[in-house]
């Protein structure tokens, strides 16, 4: 199956269960694919009549490490012996997480604190989840645990006890991709609406890149935007372990529909984002300089009309706090790096024979923005400050066309590639789809979908 035809499918499936539930906002995690057994006592323990005695244990079900999928049968056959899960909470202690899993083995502790693999627990990052079998005594029979954060590769670490033995191990680790459909509204500010949403910060920051040259997520959000994103996630055993790229995204901004699709040129590798005509998002310039981040996220939305408007003194000026990194807004070479006067630490960067961009009043210029440096978009070439005549902290941004600077939102930027003939059937065909399915999760369409 092509990660497409998978990606297809589980929006199918996202749209029934959504219209099952008729929630007209926030789509809940996918619960397919992996399989929560709640362990009543009597699976346990049969021979415990009393369930509220017990501690309240989950099991989830091991598919791929048969070793503990075989020690969870036997489990169920022998009285006495209990199944806990407990995710690392923010500033666990080792004691903290073992008491909660019902673990009251003080060689199990030692055991931990002092093997080299075993150890690996100790940094376990919050969210991140730990299994483990104990007796009646509260001895540690086993335990498990993912590790890694990710990007490296991930490990499953497996605790064993033989007799009065401890033993660790790492074993591989398989992940299987899934897709995850999400909507939300801003009323705040973005990282508001994705939080609410339960959108990881990966995916927000993803969906600030991909419009990064048409939306300036710092000033130009209005409450009563919308988005809808789909992404891959990465999953083991029923765990969470990583999230990937976002395969398309809509967002409405100030009643203005943007799209973006993930495609991959026919024989290349690398992808792309492409509205749903075929053509590239990406622009020769970004529409702000400014790197957004939960920090700036809002602060220019508190400080409006200063930010994002062409004013008198040819430049557009847009508030942020003092250290916010400031980015090249296009491919270029550094023209100039110093302090000029009323512009204070100031950056200019040339863009071919036409176009130039100047960044001013910076708290610091970054050590690559050399004279005669080389610099790609979105490199970090200085920090936001308040030097030379400035009344309070910004950057003061100029766009040049011929060294006259000039209205960015009015010049015709450079003329953008699209997709070549032979890719824009395959390409229109998914882009029709991912549409409708859009389309579907609208809210207007849900509602009526819901009567
Ligand atoms: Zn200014």
Redesign the pocket.
């Known amino acids: 199956m092509s990660l497409r035809d998978k990606f297809l499918e589980a929006v199918a499936a996202k749209w029934s269960a959504l219209r099952a539930s008729r929630k007209t906002r926030v789509l809940t995690g996918m619960a397919a694919g992996f399989s929560l057994i709640a362990f009543g006592a009597a699976g346990v323990a049969p021979n415990v009549p009393d369930a509220s005695d017990l501690p309240v244990r989950v099991l989830v079900q091991e598919l791929a490490l048969p070793d503990l999928a075989t020690q969870i049968q036997s489990l169920s056959t022998q009285p006495g012996q209990f199944i806990s899960e407990e995710r690392v909470r923010p500033g666990d202690s080792l004691a903290a997480l073992l008491d909660r899993l019902g673990v009251d083995d003080p060689q199990a502790a030692s055991f931990i604190r002092s093997d080299a693999t075993a150890s690996k627990l100790m940094n376990l990052r919050p969210g991140r989840r730990m299994q483990a079998t104990v007796n009646q005594e509260g001895k540690l029979l086993s335990a498990t645990a993912l590790l890694g954060d990710g990007r490296d590769e991930l490990k499953r670490l497996l605790i064993q006890r033989q007799g009065d033995a401890l033993s660790a191990l790492q074993t591989d680790v398989r992940m299987d991709s899934r897709v995850e459909m999400r909507s939300g509204e801003i009323r705040s500010s973005l990282f508001a609406a994705t939080d609410a949403a339960q959108v990881p910060d990966a995916v927000a920051m993803q969906i600030v890149d991909i419009f990064s040259s048409d939306i300036d997520f710092a000033s130009d959000l209005r409450k009563g935007d919308r988005f809808q994103v789909i992404y891959e996630t990465f999953w083991n055993n029923g765990e969470a372990v990583r999230t990937g790229r976002i395969l398309a995204v809509e967002f409405r901004n100030a009643g203005k529909n943007y799209q973006a699709v993930w495609y991959a040129q026919h024989g290349s590798e690398q992808g792309a984002y492409y509205d749903l005509q075929g053509k590239a998002l990406k622009k020769a310039f970004l529409k702000s300089p400014l790197q957004f981040s939960r920090v700036t996220s809002g602060f220019s939305m508190r400080l409006h009309p200063i930010s994002g408007l062409w ?1 008198q ?1 040819k ?3 847009f508030a942020a706090p003092v250290g916010t990194p400031i980015r090249a807004a296009s491919d270029g070479m550094v023209d100039f790096a110093g302090a000029q006067g009323g512009y204070g630490n100031m950056v200019i960067l040339r863009h071919g024979p036409v176009y130039s961009t100047v960044y ?2 910076m708290s610091r210029i970054a050590p690559v923005a050399k004279r005669g440096t080389i610099v790609s978009q979105g490199d970090v070439i200085g920090y936001v400050g308040t030097s030379g005549w400035s009344t309070g902290p ?1 950057l ?1 941004y100029e766009f040049r066309v011929n060294n006259d600077a000039r209205d960015p939102n009015t010049i015709a930027t450079p003329p953008v590639p699209a997709l070549a003939e032979a890719d824009l059937q395959t390409f229109h065909r998914m882009a029709d789809d991912m549409n409708h399915r859009f389309a579907l999760m609208s809210p207007k369409t849900v509602q009526l979908a819901a009567r």
Do not use: E, L, Y
Request: proline share 0%.
């Open positions: 004013k003194h430049g557009i000026d001013a009043h910004h003061h």
